[in-house]
């Protein structure tokens, strides 16, 4: 039988995970402005529910790739949130050694194959994933999550007919978060329920709140175990709002005010902690969220005092040593 709800207990982890990548781009933002930051941060306040309850439902040998708004899966995957700020601000603590930058964060140890700066790259990148593991035997899944503006490349049919056609164990996750960049959704697509497309390859979809951590991992968890079962890929779409501009260099004015207030309404944090109320009261929700964001400066302080990489010309591979 598959067990497609969490526990209160799993439950409230996503939701501390979901404080702690909130906290994340917060903090981001707030360092941005002081220009403390290397380059536009692309934050996914409103969105945490998708990146953090999708990935819930994976283990730890389960791979998954992301976008350039790529944290709460990061966080979601199991990542520790130091080494995701260090690498952020290029530290040599950083997950990847400072060498990456905050779209492009990976740990191979937590599954987490990485964001990717390309619109779209990470689907055939998940799917590739997908057939390694079907050809070597795996009992493994491959998933990416992508935004509805890369729903409309090429590459994503491409990928999705693939999967199909062999049946990969991959899950395709749509974070739609009704814009691409700047353009809104309902001007890119002839289609409002974009998962529609997924029948022309005959596998299933589903669409979900994409606020609602718990039905995002139901959902999920669902077509995850679909596909280690062998039974082909599956698509979730999650409909969801990115609070926040394109990214932090976002001058803004093509959101309107009334779908904000409306979004943030719904916000996933206060939905998880409305819902989790009852079971654990005031006290222990009270508990959990000062102790998450006592992590995250924790994390913050240390990541930002933590060494810059030191980089050094392997003089027997440099062409040009003898002209030095």
């Not at 982890?13 to 360092?31: F, P, Q, S, T």
């Not at 049946?167 to 353009?183: A, C, R, S, W």
């Not at 039974?231 to 409909?239: D, L």
Request: with cysteine; proline share 4%; hydrophobic share 45%.
């Amino acid at each position: 039988m598959v067990k497609n709800t969490p526990s209160v207990e799993e439950h409230l982890e996503i939701y501390r995970k979901m404080l702690m990548v909130r906290h994340l781009e917060e903090g981001l933002g707030a360092l941005h402005k002081e220009g403390r930051t290397r380059g536009p941060i692309h934050r996914c306040d409103g969105q945490e529910a998708v990146g953090v309850a999708a990935t819930a439902v994976l283990e730890a040998s389960d791979k998954v790739a992301t976008t350039h708004r790529g944290h709460a899966v990061y966080i979601g995957k199991g990542m520790a949130m130091r080494p995701v700020i260090a690498e952020i601000f290029g530290r040599a603590t950083g997950a990847c050694a400072g060498r990456a930058g905050h779209m492009l964060v990976a740990d191979a140890e937590k599954g987490v194959i990485g964001g990717n700066a390309i619109v779209g790259a990470g689907i055939p990148a998940a799917t590739g994933m997908a057939l390694s593991m079907q050809i070597m035997g795996q009992a493994n899944v491959a998933m990416c999550i992508f935004g509805d503006g890369a729903a409309q490349t090429g590459i994503c049919h491409e990928a999705m007919n693939m999967a199909a056609l062999w049946k990969l164990p991959v899950v395709f996750v749509l974070e739609h978060n009704q814009f691409g960049l700047t353009v809104p959704s309902d001007v890119q697509s002839s289609v409002a329920d974009l998962s529609v497309r997924a029948t022309g390859y005959g596998m299933p979809a589903e669409i979900v709140d994409g606020n609602d951590a718990v039905a995002v991992y139901r959902a999920v968890a669902a077509m995850v175990e679909r596909a280690r079962r062998g039974e082909g890929p599956g698509m979730i779409e999650c409909k969801t709002y990115r609070l926040e501009g394109f990214s932090t260099s976002d001058m803004g004015g093509y959101q309107k005010p009334e779908d904000i207030a409306a979004w943030k309404a719904r916000d996933p944090l206060t939905l998880s902690r409305q819902a989790l109320l009852p079971d654990l009261g005031e006290a222990r929700l009270a508990e959990v969220e000062a102790q998450a964001k006592a992590e995250v400066d924790a994390a913050f302080e240390a990541a930002l005092s933590d060494p810059m990489p030191q980089f050094a010309i392997d003089e027997a591979c440099n062409p040009y040593s003898e002209a030095l």
